[in-house]
């Protein structure tokens, strides 16, 4: 309870002064490049990688992108690119 009373405070700190929340509360930043290319910063882990599905583990929420013929183009310990042919992106 206590940790989620700080998060929402740093929160309310970063949109009060108009911060950048990725820096700040490690929020994962992606930018989509049609359906064939996802670019995704600020991830922790790798949960599965398969040619249909990717799922990615960021600070406090998940990320599942599904789709067709998905590869890991390139990645870092900040961030990746995912190519193929991308039909959706659940958060979970």
């Known amino acids: 309870m206590r940790g989620r009373k700080r998060a929402d405070a740093k929160a309310k700190i970063v949109d009060r002064f108009q911060l950048p929340k990725d820096l700040l509360l490690g929020a994962m930043n992606i930018s989509i490049t ?12 790798i949960i599965e990688y398969t040619d249909c599905v990717i799922k990615i583990r ?21 961030d990746m690119c995912i190519k193929g042919i991308i039909r959706e992106i659940i958060y979970y």
Do not use: H, M
């Not at 049609?34 to 882990?45: L, R």
């Open 58 to 78: 960021g600070k406090g929420v998940c990320l599942k992108i599904a789709g067709k013929n998905l590869v890991i183009d390139s990645y870092s310990k900040d």
């Open 34 to 45: 049609g359906q064939y290319e996802a670019y995704i910063e600020n991830y922790s882990s």
